[in-house]
C-alpha cells in the first residue's frame, strides 16, 4: 500500500507536470500568435502611410507645376503680345507674322500635355491599377508614360513625344525668369506634343 501510495504520488505529479507544461506551450503559442498578428497589422499600417506619403509627394510636385503653370501663363501672354512681328510691305501693305516660341510656351504647353495624362489616369477605373499608377513618382513623368504605354493607354508616338516634352520642361522651366527664345527643334518637338493629344489637349 505505501510503494502503490508513493506511486500514486509520482505519477500524479508527473501528470501535472505534463499538464504545466502544455498549458505553457499553449499560451506561448497563443502569445506568438498575437504577437504576429500585431507585427502585421504594423506592417501594414506603415505600408498606408508610405503610399499616403507618395500621394502628397506626388499631389505636391502637381501643385508646383500648376503654380509654375500659372506664372507661365502670365509671361507667356505678354511675350506673346511681343511675339507678333509685323512686316509691312510697302506696295500692298499686307503684314505678315512671325511667331517666336519662348520657354514660357514651353511651360504652357508642358502643362497641356500633363493634364492629359493626369486625365488618363482619373479614367481608369481598375482600382489596382489606377493606384499604381497614382504611386509613380510625378517628378519623373516619363515613369508613368511609360507606364501607360505599357497598358496600352498611350501608343507609341504619343510615348515618344510626351516623353521628350517632360525633358524638354525640365530643361526650360529653370529659364522661366529670362523667358528665352526655345530652340527651334526643341519647338517642333513641344508643337508635336500638344498635337498627339488632338481635342483631348486644348
Known amino acids: 500500500m505505501e510503494i502503490s501510495a508513493g506511486l500514486a504520488t509520482i505519477v500524479a505529479a508527473s501528470i ?42 506626388n499631389e505636391s510636385a502637381r ?45 504652357v504647353d508642358w502643362i497641356k500635355i500633363r493634364d492629359y495624362l493626369e486625365s488618363i489616369v482619373e479614367s481608369v477605373y481598375d482600382g489596382r491599377t489606377k493606384a499604381k499608377y497614382e504611386r509613380i513618382d510625378r517628378r519623373n513623368y516619363a515613369l508613368l508614360v511609360d507606364a501607360l504605354e505599357a497598358d496600352g493607354m498611350l501608343n507609341r508616338s504619343q510615348a ?16 522661366k525668369k529670362n523667358n528665352g527664345v526655345v530652340d527651334e527643334t526643341d519647338a517642333i518637338a513641344m508643337r508635336k506634343a500638344v498635337a498627339l493629344g488632338p481635342e483631348k489637349i486644348s
Request: a positive charge; charged letters at 30%.
Open 160 to 175: 515618344i513625344a510626351f516623353k521628350d516634352a517632360a525633358s524638354l520642361w525640365h530643361k526650360y522651366k529653370r529659364m
Open 16 to 57: 501535472s507536470g505534463v499538464v504545466a507544461v502544455i498549458v505553457t506551450i499553449i499560451q506561448n503559442k497563443k502569445l506568438n500568435e498575437k504577437i504576429i498578428q500585431t507585427e502585421r497589422k504594423n506592417d501594414e499600417k506603415i505600408e498606408n502611410i508610405e503610399a499616403k506619403k507618395e500621394v502628397v509627394q
Open 63 to 107: 501643385l508646383d507645376d500648376t503654380v509654375m503653370s500659372l506664372s507661365a501663363r502670365i509671361d507667356s501672354i505678354e511675350k506673346n503680345m511681343e511675339s507678333f512681328k509685323y512686316v509691312f510691305d510697302s506696295k500692298n501693305a499686307s503684314a505678315q507674322v512671325d511667331k517666336v516660341y519662348y520657354s514660357s510656351n514651353v511651360s
